[in-house]
């Protein structure tokens, strides 16, 4: 009876860590850039990402070196990605103008067809007290960064980060945690109608994260955002390849 128990037990376990690793996904920066203009740039960097449990030394008593350890954790990011251990964070920019250059800075979320969408987010570089709309800090507009989501029913649906804003925005020290769906609606508009869908339900086919909007574009004239702990279905990415390429 013990063994059937302790056999039981084990499969149950090897069963959850199939699961988890089934739902982890990979995001994978690049540049659509087709003109070759070198004005746009997307990458996972180490020391820009919210930081978790994160390493810091404080100096020593004459400040001529590191003396003590200690630990830094943004507020906003209590829970982030496990496998993050160099605080990275993913860089998405585009220099110039928005419109009159035909490039943009992609990041394909890898490993999410045909699971069912509940919930999407992330944590954006801004200081907590800005919100998604508030000038200072990363860019965070009607277009960029957004989400660029595909159905497997052939349908096609963008989420902007501020249109429509997050119905969940947790302010932190220098993040925000945005997040769409979940307990609520998760709104998105169809192409190319621009009506507004609850898209909870529906099948993915493919996702990706897109940043076009260069420093023509206000409130805050930047052409650049850095994100973390991307969440697609609760699930938290924080790390990847420095350009897929």
Same mark, same amino acid.
């Given at each position: 009876?013990?063994?059937?128990? =302790?056999? $039981? %037990?084990? %499969?149950?376990? %090897?069963?959850?860590? @199939?699961?988890? *690793?089934?739902?982890?996904?990979?995001?994978?920066?690049?540049?659509?850039?087709?003109?070759?203009?070198?004005?746009?740039?997307?990458?996972?960097?180490?020391?820009?990402?919210? !930081?978790?449990? /994160?390493?810091?030394?404080?100096?020593?008593? &004459?400040?001529?070196?590191?003396?003590? !350890?200690?630990? @830094?954790?943004?507020? =906003?990011?209590?829970?982030?990605?496990? /496998?993050?251990?160099? =605080?990275?964070?993913?860089?998405? $920019?585009?220099?110039?103008?928005?419109?009159?250059?035909?490039?943009? /800075?992609?990041?394909?979320?890898?490993?999410?067809?045909?699971?069912?969408?509940?919930?999407?987010?992330?944590?954006?570089?801004?200081?907590?007290?800005?919100?998604?709309?508030?000038?200072?800090? +990363?860019?965070?507009?009607?277009?960029? !960064?957004?989400?660029?989501?595909?159905? #497997?029913?052939?349908?096609? @649906?963008?989420?902007?980060?501020?249109?429509?804003?997050?119905?969940? *925005?947790?302010?932190?020290?220098? @993040? =925000? #945690?945005?997040?769409?769906?979940? +307990?609520?609606?998760?709104? /998105?508009?169809?192409?190319? +109608?621009?009506?507004?869908? &609850?898209?909870?339900?529906?099948?993915?086919? +493919?996702?990706?994260?897109?940043?076009?909007?260069?420093?023509?574009?206000?409130?805050?004239?930047?052409?650049?955002?850095?994100?973390?702990?991307?969440?697609?279905?609760?699930?938290?990415?924080?790390?990847?390849?420095?350009?897929?390429?």
């Amino acid at each position: 009876m013990r063994t059937r128990m =302790v056999i $039981a %037990v084990a %499969v149950c376990l %090897v069963t959850g860590v @199939f699961a988890i *690793q089934k739902k982890r996904f990979e995001v994978k920066p690049d540049e659509a850039d087709p003109g070759h203009t070198h004005l746009v740039q997307g990458a996972w960097l180490e020391g820009i990402g919210c !930081p978790t449990h /994160a390493r810091t030394v404080l100096p020593n008593a &004459d400040f001529t070196g590191p003396g003590e !350890p200690g630990e @830094f954790t943004d507020p =906003v990011c209590e829970t982030g990605d496990p /496998a993050d251990r160099k =605080v990275e964070g993913l860089l998405l $920019a585009k220099t110039g103008p928005s419109v009159t250059n035909f490039a943009a /800075a992609v990041a394909r979320v890898v490993g999410v067809k045909g699971e069912t969408i509940t919930e999407l987010g992330w944590d954006i570089r801004k200081p907590g007290t800005d919100l998604s709309a508030g000038p200072r800090g +990363s860019h965070c507009g009607a277009g960029a !960064p957004r989400w660029n989501i595909q159905t #497997r029913d052939g349908r096609f @649906f963008f989420l902007g980060c501020n249109s429509p804003p997050a119905p969940v *925005q947790q302010p932190g020290l220098g @993040f =925000v #945690r945005m997040r769409w769906g979940g +307990s609520v609606p998760l709104f /998105a508009f169809e192409v190319p +109608s621009f009506r507004q869908v &609850d898209i909870r339900g529906l099948q993915l086919k +493919s996702l990706e994260i897109v940043f076009d909007e260069g420093y023509d574009t206000g409130p805050d004239n930047f052409g650049m955002a850095i994100l973390d702990n991307i969440d697609v279905n609760g699930v938290l990415v924080g790390r990847g390849p420095t350009d897929a390429d």
